[in-house]
């Protein structure tokens, strides 16, 4: 009797990005969270979280979906579901976009700036799932007007990447963002976890 063999891995896309940012490509079925981290009302000063994730050959991939998680401005995660916000605090804490409806391929997230949260500088988690990948990948995103170098995650990354893992201010009309490039491969690859 022959020996039954392995199936092949399959990656994770890219029937992600409409199944599960629906509302973005156009679908008549609404998403449970998109980039919108906090609704038109919730206080603590919104910022943008803006960026683009490039492949090895550094060319922006047009099919991939990121997720970002953070704690609220006092460095609390919340603990309701995301897509319905009380009307009295509407920080979710977590939203998804996919890359593939912006021209360039970019990503824009409306949010709240987090704040520590026990002990760690401020961040926000960052989830990408792509095709091509066979697992999603995880990193942290921190912010270049904060100081870093007492987190202990970020200070256990070699000094020369710490880099990647900072998201760059800078005011655009008078709105507070925050570029956040993600890279694949190549000299300027982006530091991710296994979690």
Not at 95 to 120: A, E, I, M, S
Not at 134 to 141: K, N
């Amino acid at each position: 009797m022959e020996k039954l063999r392995q199936t092949p891995s399959q990656t994770v896309g890219p029937f992600f990005a409409y199944s599960l940012t629906a509302f973005q490509y156009g679908y008549d079925y609404n998403s449970i969270v998109n980039g919108s981290i906090i609704g038109d009302h919730t206080g603590g000063g919104q910022i943008y979280i803006t960026g683009t994730i490039f492949d090895g050959n550094g060319k922006a991939i047009p099919d991939a979906m990121i997720e970002l998680w953070q704690a609220d401005t006092q460095g609390n995660y919340t603990t309701k579901y995301p897509g319905s916000p009380t009307p009295e605090n509407q920080f979710r804490g977590f939203g998804r976009l996919g890359t593939g409806t912006d021209p360039d391929h970019q990503f824009c997230f409306k949010t709240v700036k987090p704040g520590p949260v026990n002990g760690q500088s401020p961040h926000i988690n960052v989830t990408l799932f792509m095709r091509g990948s066979l697992r999603r990948l995880s990193t942290r995103m921190y912010f270049s007007d904060e100081i870093n170098e007492e987190d202990a995650l970020f200070s256990n990354v070699d000094a020369t990447r710490r880099h990647t893992l900072i998201a760059r201010r800078k005011e655009n009309n008078g709105s507070i963002e925050y570029q956040f490039d993600i890279y694949l491969q190549g000299e300027n690859e982006t530091v991710f976890f296994d979690v």
